[in-house]
């Protein structure tokens, strides 16, 4: 049995009672893992122990894994060798034992979303439904949460800042920017009255984002708008539809503003914004702050080629890396970090060209090229390592690059097939030529 292709064994009528079923199983479990990456304020969240039944579930079942994203799967087998190798430098080998376990498990979760879409891309529909119903339902409990709309609402708040359900408002804000965008393209892409029910849930979505005061976030956002309307501008070839996205650029910019002042009219979200809003903060310039963590923190890796240990970094430092490349070699030794890196890279190029190719699942990769991107450059200044949906993007892009892939290996086996036909036709009109001939001359 086969939940990629709702195979069963049995009569062809058997097949075609079952199969169905089977497959609408299969999509509906996978709509479920995409809703629950939403659900981590506690660990181990529901998400990470749904995720260990459905991986062994669909594996069992005949899912492939595919040469096609080796590359993933290669780079984070290094990744994790570099994690264990790093283990024994910990003071506390159970707990670094713990960490480098969670990380093995969410590079399972990226293996698993690439083969998935690489087995049919069109499950790109199920999860982006999946993930931006699950948004939009935290976002709402983050808003709430922030104006304490019921009691025990400040358990899904903290620092004064809205975290939804999530530990950590830097990972609720950019975990919603996937789907933000996604309603944001579709907007964009096709008709804007017979969609503009869409600014409902995604008016919901940019206010939990800039409640949860995240510069990293709002920086993400801002990016990840900024390449997904550029792609739109550049692939389009309609001069009439450019001019129609310039409008819609316009009118979205003085929409946020109108949306941005409307916020800033309550003080305390004002109060809030004026201190979140300053470029650098007293923790990122002081003496061992942020961005000396960094320079030491480089130095030091140079003097342990395997790295400090899970959770290490802290002995040494008053406050963790927030650099998931330092960070990679901290915790992940050098093998480690290189490997992380060189994924980071590979994954970033291997994008480009599937940014300017007609499929219809061309706009879901604009908007995971666009939050991807943004992504490496947050995780500059912030510990990604971890955050559940970073490796869903990553999964998300590998299983886009394994089908454009696929794509180019059939179509050069079919080109190949009609260029052995044609060769075979064209061997074979001497022949019937000359007997032609002979039966004349007979």
């Not at 919901?204 to 501008?233: C, D, E, H, P, Q």
């Amino acid at each position: 049995m086969s939940f990629a292709t709702g195979h069963f064994g049995g009569a062809p009528g058997a097949h075609a009672r079952v199969g169905v079923p089977v497959r609408s199983l299969g999509n509906g479990a996978l709509w479920l893992a995409a809703f629950l990456s939403g659900f981590v304020i506690e660990e181990p969240a529901p998400y990470e122990l749904y995720m260990v039944l459905l991986s062994v579930v669909w594996l069992a079942c005949g899912l492939k894994l595919r040469p096609e994203f080796g590359p993933l799967i290669i780079c984070l087998m290094l990744y994790i060798a570099g994690g264990l190798a790093s283990v024994p430098m910990s003071d506390d080998l159970g707990e670094a034992a713990m960490y480098i376990a969670v990380t093995s498990f969410l590079a399972i979760t990226a293996i698993f979303y690439a083969a998935i879409l690489a087995d049919d891309p069109q499950r790109f529909r199920i999860i982006q439904n999946g993930y931006t119903v699950s948004a939009v339902f935290v976002s709402l409990i983050g808003i709430a949460g922030y104006f304490q709309l019921f009691p025990g609402a400040d358990y899904f708040t903290l620092y004064d800042r809205a975290r939804g359900t999530f530990q950590d408002p830097n990972v609720f804000g950019p975990f919603l920017v996937l789907p933000a965008l996604l309603l944001i393209q579709k907007l964009l892409r096709h008709s804007f009255f017979k969609n503009v029910l869409l600014l409902v849930p995604l008016t919901i979505l940019l206010l939990g984002i800039f409640l949860s005061f995240s510069r990293g976030a709002w920086v993400v956002l801002f990016a990840g708008v900024l390449i997904v309307y550029f792609l739109a501008l550049v692939t389009e070839q309609s001069n009439r539809r450019r001019g129609r996205l310039l409008l819609l650029g316009i009118a979205g910019s003085l929409g946020v503003f109108a949306l941005l002042l409307a916020a800033l009219s309550i003080d305390t979200v004002a109060e809030m914004f004026e201190q979140r809003a300053r470029l650098v903060q007293d923790y990122d310039s002081s003496r061992l702050g942020r961005f000396a963590r960094y320079y030491y923190g480089f130095q030091l890796v140079m003097e342990y080629p395997l790295g400090l240990g899970p959770l290490q970094f802290r002995n040494y430092f008053p406050e963790d890396e927030h650099n998931v490349y330092l960070k990679g070699y901290t915790t992940y030794g050098w093998l480690g970090g290189t490997a992380y890196i060189a994924l980071a890279i590979w994954t970033l190029c291997a994008l480009v060209p599937l940014l300017f190719k007609s499929r219809p699942w061309t706009g879901f990769t604009h908007c995971v090229f666009a939050v991807f991107a943004a992504h490496l450059i947050l995780s500059v200044i912030i510990d990604t390592d971890r955050w559940r949906h970073m490796y869903m993007l990553y999964g998300l892009a590998w299983g886009m690059i394994a089908t454009d892939r696929i794509e180019q290996r059939r179509f050069r086996a079919q080109r190949a097939g009609r260029d052995r036909l044609d060769g075979q036709t064209n061997n074979s009109r001497p022949i019937s030529s000359l007997r032609s001939h002979s039966e004349q001359a007979r």
